[in-house]
DNA sequence: TTGAAAATACAGACAGGTCTGTCTGTTTGA
DNA sequence: TCAAACAGACAGACCTGTCTGTATTTTCAA
């Protein structure tokens, strides 16, 4: 397939180079100029791909999500093989990902803070991927614990959102274990029941 | 006395807009030239008043702190009529905040994202709140519970912070009753215990 | 009480830089 | 040949911070 434009790899260049500054420095400290420079494109290329600015930010975060997903799928299956416990291992991928190099928290918390604008489709897309990534966490839940896990999914949420903006202020991973213990002290007290 | 230095009336309009329009736009999508024009200030005013911006943005975060313990101290008394537990009335006074006109979450959070440096002074201010913020409701924890709250304060400090964000982004404070029932069960059994 | 000096605030031009987005023209590669 | 990418000037708006000069208020002494 030429499907030279879907995976354009100067698309593909613009779309790391952005993504990976938006989410080091922030949405509007990064200027097009600094991302075409880094990402070695002429501008007119990037206007091509991406018609502007916020049409740049959308398809950043849609990547992101991507990204993200894979990486906890991929971290789930292998912490999977010591931990059979499917929330253990969520909190083990979590504490990977808040050590991982330049952990600045959620991209798209970040991004809702940064835009400050509901009606934006960054700002929508924030919100959608939270959902999707609560049921995601809801269903991790329910494995472990059955159907009463719907009953505790919505504060493990929390506790993993808390951890999260906690870990980036604090500038320190620690934190997730006080989220985990909580957690697991919750699944095992509804399973209790 | 020379109060006209320490309470200015023009310093205090600044202080007031600054502080209104950081939080609503957000630090870096408001200029100066606004600040001044809604505040009906001279330009050379804000500039004697605060070197810089980075200068403004601190000030207006420390002020904030102050509203924001007033807010607190004020509404738990109010609520404490009603509920004798503290931490009941805390989650009271949380509630009031989400529902708030203009909410848009925790501005010492959003000052951090918007900041992107761990070295401005700012974020290491907002820093330091969380650590004065999450000191305040282990207090609260431990009056409920004795000693036994220093275990479980962590972690409602991690449901109150999750709260937040998840507030702002859903666009909705219902979910601070999802924290407030998983916070109060962690207390009960940890009271049991 | 009055009058001059000093502090404070206002008004707005300005410099030098950045931002997004447009435009023209050239080069490259299939 | 033709589409994609490069290179870079450019417009128009905005940014922070400086500067000059005027007006208002406060202070304090005669």
Redesign the interface.
């Known amino acids: 397939m030429e499907r030279t434009k879907a995976t354009s790899e100067v698309r593909q260049r613009i779309l790391d180079t952005a993504d990976r500054l938006f989410y ?3 949405i ?2 990064v200027g097009i100029d600094r991302i075409i420079a880094e990402a070695d494109v002429a501008k007119m290329s990037l206007y091509k791909h991406f018609p502007s600015k916020d049409d740049l930010i959308l398809a950043v975060l849609k990547y992101r999500e991507e990204k993200l997903l894979e990486f906890f799928t991929d971290g789930m299956e292998r912490h999977g093989k010591r931990t059979k416990d499917k929330l253990r291992a969520f909190f083990a991928v979590l504490k990977d990902f808040f050590e991982s190099p330049g952990f ?2 959620c991209a ?3 991004a ?3 835009l ?1 604008d ?1 009606a934006h489709a960054g700002t929508q897309f ?2 959608d991927h ?1 959902r999707r990534f609560q049921d995601f966490l809801a269903g991790l839940v329910e494995e472990s614990l059955g159907k009463g896990g719907a009953k ?1 999914a ?2 493990v ?7 999260i ?2 870990a ?4 320190s991973p620690d ?1 997730v274990d ?2 985990r ?2 957690a697991l ?2 699944a095992a ?1 509804a399973k209790g029941l």
Chains 1, 2 share one sequence.
């Open positions: 080091q420095d922030g509007r400290a600045r928290g798209f918390q970040n809702a803070v940064e400050a509901p924030a919100k939270k505790v919505p504060a949420g929390l506790l993993v959102e808390g951890a903006v906690t980036v202020i604090q500038g934190v006080v989220a213990d909580a002290k919750m007290e």
